[in-house]
């Protein structure tokens, strides 16, 4: 065991190749070592000489230039042959939300305060996907402005919202906030504010389908 130990150890403390040529060429003569200043006048003959060693042939030279602008011209054909999908659903996300925003401001802006709308239109146009649960996506979309409310009792209020639209039969969603009678958000209960949550909901999903449709 002892000698094995011993046999590593020695093996370990020997050079390596990379070691000896590293040390001979510390030990090589100044003459033909590296000429750290590339001012001094005996610098232009050690680069000239190097220079020498990767000559480029006449006709590749020639060549070179045309091959070069055929190379270039080849991937900017390829570029712009792939379809950059990732940046056009951002922009679309984008432009859906701005867009959501707005109208929903302008529809309900008087009886809402803007920051509920806002957070209700930018998770609409976050997660709208047409053959998914309506009644979860109702749900999601008021969560953020309702944080004290179970998904399930969420999903309870939206039950009609969801039915009516599996069906095709739109409710009157402006006239329901109408019917506030201009009464002040912060005098409604908490399931009139969850109510009225759902039906802005309902009505953003409605107005992304309907933008979708158009694409």
């Known amino acids: 065991m002892n000698n094995k130990i011993n046999s590593s150890n020695t093996s370990n403390s020997l050079p390596s190749q990379v070691d000896l040529e590293f040390l001979e060429a510390l030990l090589e003569s100044e003459d033909i070592s590296y000429p750290w200043n590339p001012a001094d006048e005996e610098s232009e003959a050690y680069f000239h000489e190097l220079e020498q060693q990767f000559d480029i042939p006449d006709w590749l030279e020639d060549e ?3 091959r070069s602008e055929g190379f270039y011209n080849h991937l900017d054909t390829l570029w712009s042959g792939v379809p950059n999908t990732l940046c056009y659903e951002h922009t679309t996300k984008q432009a859906l939300d701005v867009n959501l925003q707005e109208t929903l401001q302008n529809t309900f802006a008087p009886c809402v305060p803007q920051v509920w709308l806002n957070a209700i239109a930018k998770k609409a146009a976050e997660i709208f996907a047409p053959h998914q649960s309506i009644g979860g996506q109702l749900v999601e979309c008021v969560q953020s402005v309702l944080p004290t409310w179970g998904s399930d009792d969420l999903l309870v209020l939206a039950r009609p919202l969801a039915y009516s639209m599996r ?5 009157n969603v402006v006239s329901v906030v109408s019917n506030l009678d201009n009464r002040e958000w912060t005098t409604l209960s908490e399931i009139e504010q969850a109510k009225v949550s759902l039906a802005i909901a ?4 409605n107005q ?3 933008f979708r449709s158009k694409l």
Do not use: D, F, R, V
Request: hydrophobic share 25%.
């Open 202 to 205: 309902y009505y953003a999903l």
């Open 64 to 66: 070179l230039p045309t």
């Open 208 to 210: 992304l389908n309907s």
């Open 167 to 171: 069906s095709n039969e739109p409710q």
